[in-house]
């Protein structure tokens, strides 16, 4: 199922901890698509809620990246770092009803936990049943059992987001909102009905979408494209010191995200130039032909 045209409202959310590479283009140029072959919207969000790992110079070449490559945004470009506000009352809103609890638990009182999903420590419960606690960060007290969702393209995915990560961070200690709760408040602040992004992200899903039933909001659906690999099947990511895209070279890498995205265009396309090359890829935009990354891998 889809939403109609009307209703479409897509967005690319990249944090500017870097220039985009090959990879985050497959994520930008899938969403981007998936908007225009709807008629829909799709919104630009600059996730710098980071703030010690963001750059306002990083952002800026994201933009150029952006223009260069004709992906162009519907309305206002948003910025978490002036969205505290809202993910602030959020957070008061969770702490009203429960759902959330002071912690504090420094990173020495848990370097013993096992890894959870996303690489933190899996959290042990520690602060969840004491009310003597000076908050240094919030947490969201997560329900057990397992959560199950229809990804539009990986089927059904199901994580026990009480076991493999555990109480979860929502505010962080150095005084910034966590990225889960700051995307969960921002897609429902603008919107956003679908959510194309990378694979890498498939397994916060579930925790976000544990914080829209929390906090009564609506949920998008959720498309999880294939992720480029490098030369040793790592993930192309800014911490590996992935290429930056580079403007001059617009069509060639339009053409290789669009080839990893199994939409490969034909010669005429590719020669008619960056904005014939876009028209066709909406033209033939099929989201479900996205699911089997090709063996091919780029750096
Ligand atoms: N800001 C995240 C990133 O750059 C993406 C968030 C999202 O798409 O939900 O990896």
């Given amino acids: 199922m889809v939403a109609d045209s009307a209703t479409y409202v897509g967005r690319f959310a990249p944090s500017p901890t870097g220039p985009l590479h090959k990879g985050s283009l497959v994520a930008a140029l899938a969403s981007w698509l998936d908007a225009r072959a709807h008629g829909g919207q799709w919104l630009l969000r600059i996730e710098d809620v980071d703030a010690p790992r963001c750059s306002k110079a990083a952002a800026d070449t994201i933009l150029h990246q952006l223009e260069a490559l004709g992906l162009h945004w519907d309305g206002e470009l948003t910025w978490q770092s002036l969205r505290t506000g809202l993910y602030r009352a959020a957070l008061d809103r969770l702490i009203a009803d429960d759902f959330a609890y002071a912690c504090a638990c420094s990173r020495r009182d848990l370097e013993d936990q096992p890894l959870s999903l996303d690489g933190t420590r899996r ?144 010669p005429e396309a590719i020669a008619a130039g960056r904005d014939a090359l876009l028209a066709w890829g909406i033209a033939h935009w099929r989201l479900s032909a996205c699911t089997r990354a090709p063996a091919t891998t780029t750096t």
């Avoid at 899903?205 to 040793?232: E, N």
């Fill in 123 to 266: 959290y042990p419960g520690t602060c969840r049943d004491r009310f003597d606690v000076k908050p240094r960060a919030w947490r969201f007290r997560v329900p057990a059992g397992d959560l199950t969702f229809d990804d539009q393209l990986c089927g059904p995915v199901s994580i026990d987001v009480a076991r493999d990560v555990g109480d979860f961070v929502l505010w962080r200690a150095d005084g910034c909102c966590a990225y889960q709760l700051a995307v969960v408040v921002d897609d429902a602040d603008q919107g956003v009905t679908d959510v194309v992004r990378g694979t890498d992200l498939l397994t916060s899903t579930p925790r976000q979408m544990l914080l829209q039933r929390a906090l009564r909001m609506a949920q998008p659906r959720y498309a999880h494209v294939p992720l480029v690999l490098d030369a040793h099947g790592e993930k192309l990511s800014k911490q590996t010191l992935a290429k930056p895209l580079d403007p001059r070279d617009a069509v060639s890498d339009l053409v290789e995200a669009l080839r990893f995205l199994n939409h490969a265009p034909p």
